[in-house]
């Protein structure tokens, strides 16, 4: 089974990411894993943070000579700025310079506090921030590599910023780099410039906007998931998954909220015999309104999933009304360095948490304690699945 565990607080020494349940042979850098959070900080709107934070990597455990060794992978991402936080994130003990105690509306502050009887929001804000999606992002890479390994390719793209929504354009298994290109990450560029225009008025009265980025994996064969059981199906695994990601607070399979509006003889994918469909086990859909998955389970389609971010609490204009909790008194939320839009590296991070939840699934189904153990596992399953197709194409 694949399972990740991450560490590690904003303002930290470092993020920490242990990933186990990887097969031995799987080929691995550290500039590959650089590329990858690289991606993570793309995108017009993000803050100044953004712009001078360097991901510094090191792999620690769990691979040598550029291929893991079955073992834990442990990847440490250093922070550039500890310097300047080594003493208020000291973890000897002592006194923080200043308390954070007018908590943010709509952040983990107020809740944190209370939950683990607090008094200062930073104990909080730290472990809360999206700051954490970097381990995340270093975790996902490596699960896209052992998918690779099968064919599987998983690529997002913004499809909303604010009021600007794209035409609905989706990105082919080739276009990642075609989507990074664009500074929101928006293959239609009369709304990428659109979405552009929403961050920069949002950005003039020191406001946050949220939006909508699809993630789609290509190249799934039929069978990850499960009806069987509950908590096996993929659909409800991802949707935890990407729901996960901070500020995310809605998750949509296919068509699925559009489908709550039709009748069923236009909602369902009609199926037919395809006999170069190999990832499908030779059979087709005519459509994909059900986004890859029936009944929690791949259909061989490509797998989509629209991933909804609300507007980012931090603000850059004290605006949101709280209450000083040290005092009780009626103020306005503290300020920290922030973006004015995440969702361009919204994407990013959904692709990671995607490819876990698949890789992991993929390890369920093909197992194998080496790479080449896990290809020719799958490679076998695919023929058995494919025989079924031959069975019922005409003679």
């Keep these: 089974m694949l399972r990740f565990l991450t560490a590690g607080e904003s303002h930290g020494p ?72 080594e003493l208020e994130m000291a973890a000897a003990p002592g006194e923080p310079t200043k308390r954070l105690t007018a908590p ?5 502050d107020l809740v944190g506090m209370q939950k683990y009887a607090f008094d200062d929001a930073r104990d909080v804000l730290e472990r809360a921030s999206a700051r954490e999606t970097a381990a995340r992002v270093v975790a996902g890479a490596l699960a896209k590599a052992l998918l690779q390994s099968i064919g599987v390719v998983i690529v ?32 239609d560029e009369a709304a990428g410039a659109a979405m552009i225009d929403e961050i920069k008025a949002a950005a003039k009265v020191g406001d946050s906007l949220g939006g909508v980025a699809e993630v789609i994996a290509y190249g799934l064969p039929v069978g990850l998931g499960s009806y069987v059981h509950w908590d096996r199906k993929l659909d409800g695994l991802l949707a935890q998954a990407l729901m996960s990601i901070q500020a995310v607070k809605a998750v949509e399979i296919g068509d699925g909220m559009s489908q709550a509006a039709q009748r069923g003889s236009v909602a369902h994918d009609a199926i037919f015999v395809e006999n170069e469909n190999h990832s499908g086990g030779g059979f087709g859909r005519r459509s994909d309104h059900a986004g890859g998955l029936e009944g929690g389970v791949t259909s061989g389609a490509p797998l989509i999933a629209r991933v909804s971010m609300k507007p980012l609490a931090t603000l850059n204009r004290p605006v949101l009304e709280t209450v000083d909790v040290a005092t009780g008194e009626a103020t306005v939320s503290f300020r920290e360095r922030t973006d004015v839009t995440a969702v361009p590296a919204l994407g990013v991070v959904a692709e990671a948490m995607m490819a876990l939840v698949l890789a992991g699934e993929a390890q369920r189904k093909f197992g194998g304690d080496s790479v080449e153990e896990f290809s020719r596992n799958y490679a076998s399953y695919l023929a058995h699945v494919t025989s079924t197709a031959s069975r019922a194409r005409p003679v």
Excluded: Q
């Design 14 to 85: 470092s993020l920490t990411v242990i990933v186990e349940g990887l097969p031995s042979g799987l080929a691995l850098t550290v500039e590959e894993l650089g590329d990858e959070l690289a991606r993570r900080r793309l995108g017009y709107g993000r803050g100044p943070r953004m712009r001078f934070e360097r991901d510094v990597v090191r792999l620690t455990g769990g691979v040598r000579h550029g291929r893991t060794l079955g073992s834990p992978v442990a990847v440490e991402i250093l922070n550039t700025e500890w310097p300047k936080w």
């Design 104 to 108: 943010r509306p709509g952040h983990a």
């Design 156 to 187: 997002s793209h913004v499809i909303r910023i604010g009021a600007a929504a794209s035409d609905g354009a989706r990105p082919g298994p080739r276009d990642l780099e075609r989507v990074d290109e664009s500074e929101v990450r928006c293959l």
